[in-house]
């Protein structure tokens, strides 16, 4: 079977193509003095996948209370690599005594972040009475 010039132009460009999928990165740009004022918090990380760790970083943890009383957190992430990094995250909320809050919601949610990026991820409480908050991340 002779291998024409137009086959293997397309070959060519499909290879070229998937290659590129995986090497995304993204450009960013935000003020360099910022008007949002953050109430950062101080965190305690525990660290076992060292290999998601030295791809997907988390930058800061910021928290609220939006004007119902349910506590709002965000979590900033950055994707330290130039590939795609698929990952997971799970939020468990505690009561002022430190009990889980037991909710639907405690499901692992999947996400991807491009090369580069850095990506805020949002949750609110789902009840009132959930006072504190645990976020885990696992490799996907």
Not at 48 to 58: A, F, K, Q
Not at 60 to 70: D, E, I, K, P, R
Request: with cysteine; net charge positive; charged share 20%.
């Amino acid at each position: 079977m002779k291998i024409t010039f137009l086959r293997l132009a397309g070959l060519a460009t499909l290879a070229a193509s998937l290659l590129q999928c995986g090497c995304s990165t993204v450009n960013t740009v935000e003020p360099a003095e910022s008007a949002a004022q953050r109430q950062m918090l101080s965190d305690k990380r525990v660290i076992t996948d060292t290999t998601l760790y030295g791809r997907v970083r988390i930058v800061g943890l910021n928290t609220a209370t939006v004007s119902t009383g349910f506590l709002k957190v965000q979590v900033e992430v950055q994707n330290l690599s130039s590939s795609v990094q698929p990952f997971a995250y799970r939020i468990e909320w505690f009561d002022e005594n430190g009990m889980v809050v037991n909710t639907p919601t405690s499901a692992w949610i999947d996400r991807q972040i491009q090369g580069g990026e850095a990506l805020s991820l949002t949750a609110i409480a789902p009840t009132e009475t959930a006072k504190d908050f645990r976020i885990k991340f696992i490799a996907r």
